[in-house]
């Protein structure tokens, strides 16, 4: 059977309040082409279909054409489940209209247990869980964190398994050992988060989604497909696309990058060099731009989108390197080499003898006032 | 054929911030027996599902419960359309999916010219449609009212229309000399709103929905069901319930009241039998008072609701009277009349000498610095 395992589409998010929407129906659309060229059979979301518990007219629409091409045009399956950032009531609006074309959506804690078989295989749609709402549904007070929640609701899967068959699991959670990206939003604050690998033992394959990495975590049967497109710098060198799976005899999981309509990258470098040296580099992409020798130029980043329209964030290249040595070096200083070290950063210039003179008399009426 | 015919569901509307989830709920409970009780055999929902273009979860989660057991439990066909208060694009999310179980929604224009044909009689569902979304659809600039568009969309249904048949349409507009309420909100700015009914000469039922009350024209072959509940006291006196309609060889279409939870009522009475004699009246119902001699009392409102939970409304008796005295009579008289008339009207008690002689004073001075 081959499978095409995506996550995180989180359609609908912006950066810096720019809409990606566009750059996701594209991205949807290869998808589709891959599922025709790779005869895909099955599709399986796991979790993060929206960027938001109340997602946007458009953002819903553009959820429903892609699931009307898989399912409704081409009449294949579709095995989802809500994630941290779904609001999972309204998301499984209509599930039980839906499952009768095979769109099967797994919204909440007793949607996990019954398996849906298809061509021998048991898969099992397990739904972004809060610990608080496992502990109400098994009325146990001893479940406090994530690892207990999964662990009790595998547990009851287990038990009833039918273990003549492959199994899989499709879920949306932080797997322990698993490699963050900075636009993942914590699942929830103050509990553990992570989930023993362990926990999942004994199934065929887990497709996972969550953390945005396709590569997130090394292991033979548990894999992240990573999110639809970048969604933060912090995942700038980071492949996008799906994952082919493929169970038959035994089980195959291969990363498939897809192109996107736009790249999202981080770029430093020099002012004056972006303005002029523009044809280097794609001007329709998203870009970070870290740069140097900007502090003179008024409205910088006006000028700069002028010619990159796409330019999402811009940043003082000295200003992170200040940053960071101040950092470092601050316990191993006196006062007035901090004051210095920074005057140096922010100006590029040593201090006079007389801003010296100044500053360690500032800093005696300071201390002074203190003891 | 019997077939419920329902609309203006209103789900998740408030009265004056009050919420009605509660009362909606117990009202579509009382439906769903009645579609037992009556044997039921198909469910018309003629427009304003929701209250407002975003429904609430809740509200979303009661239509569905509402659906399921109308379709999935009891695999009844239902028929439905978007109202002016439903949001079209939103509400019309699943739509395919629910189509091969006999739900019918319809929530654009393309969406009305294929009838849905159950024993030998042609439904078409004409959702609530802007002059101006016609406008587009036709490719016509001529399409400036409402009457326009309906007559257009009619024109075309009929040019196609299978004379062998009996035909229904299921619609949500304003129909020419329909008797309004306060709740209703206006289709829109400006435009002509009127439907005349010669549009729909040669169906043998219509469906309607958008006037609240269920005797709101006077046809043989056109009617509208009412709202679920009475949801402005110009409502008060209205009776709510469902339409039973029976189609073989003629066509018959009768009210059935339901009892709401609470029923809501405008009492006029005097203040004081009200917090004393609340026997007589049933607490938990939704009430406007209109009350005599409260002026002395501090905060009724909070007095009363300590009886009556669920009094909406509060007004002075005396205010309405005072209002309309004034403005009637304000043109055949002089200002010092005027003045000492309102006084009367706001303490029940005459100007005093030294009173009158002030104003005079004050009013000579007005005069004076105004010519």
């Known amino acids: 059977m081959k499978i095409m395992h995506i996550a995180d589409l989180h359609i609908g998010r912006t950066i810096n309040q720019h809409p990606l929407l566009a750059d996701q129906s594209y991205m949807l659309d290869q998808l589709i082409k891959e599922v025709d060229h790779q ?17 946007s007219k458009e953002a819903v629409q553009l959820f429903e054409s892609f699931i009307h091409q ?21 998301l499984g609006y209509g599930k ?38 496992a502990k109400i549904y098994f009325n146990d007070d001893t479940i406090q964190t994530h690892k207990e929640s999964y662990e009790k609701i ?6 009833q ?11 949306h959670l932080f797997i322990q050992g698993g490699q963050e990206s900075d636009s993942e939003r914590p699942l929830s604050m103050g509990a553990v988060e992570f989930v023993p690998q362990s926990v999942f033992k004994g199934f065929d394959y887990v497709a996972l989604g969550h953390l945005h990495h396709p590569f997130a975590i090394q292991s033979d049967t548990i894999f992240y497909s990573g999110s639809l497109l970048k969604y933060s710098f912090s995942e700038a060198s980071q492949p996008k696309g799906y994952r082919l799976v493929t169970i038959d005899e035994g089980v195959k999981s291969i990363f498939m990058p ?7 990258q981080v770029i430093e470098g020099d002012y004056a060099a972006m303005i002029d040296n523009h044809q ?33 964030e811009l940043r003082y290249a000295e200003d992170s390197k200040a940053d960071k040595e101040i950092k470092v070096e601050v316990d191993e200083r006196s006062d007035i080499e901090i004051i210095e ?3 140096m950063n922010m100006t590029d210039e040593p201090l006079t003898h007389n801003q010296q003179q100044i500053i360690a008399r500032l800093l005696k009426e300071v201390q002074h006032e203190t003891y």
Chains 1, 2 share one sequence.
């Open 161 to 171: 398994k039918n273990s003549g068959r492959k199994s899989v699991i499709v879920s």
């Open 154 to 159: 595998v547990e009851e899967i287990n038990a």
């Open 341 to 343: 070290q920074f005057a």
């Open 39 to 55: 005869q895909i059979e099955l599709v399986i979301i796991a979790g993060d279909i929206y960027d938001r518990t109340l997602p």
């Open 258 to 264: 897809l192109k996107p309509l736009r790249d999202l």
């Open 70 to 90: 898989l399912n409704i045009e081409r009449k294949l399956p579709v095995l989802a489940v809500s994630g941290n950032h779904d609001g999972a009531s309204r």
């Open 280 to 312: 280097s580099i794609e001007s329709e992409h998203y870009y970070q731009f870290i740069l140097h020798n900007m502090r003179h130029i008024k409205d910088p980043m006006t000028r700069l989108k002028a010619v990159y329209p796409n330019l999402l």
């Open 96 to 133: 039980e209209w839906f499952r009768t074309h095979q769109f099967y959506l797994s919204t909440a804690i007793e949607d996990c247990f019954k398996p849906v078989t298809l061509k021998e295989i048991d898969f099992y749609l397990l739904p972004y869980i809060e610990p608080a709402e």
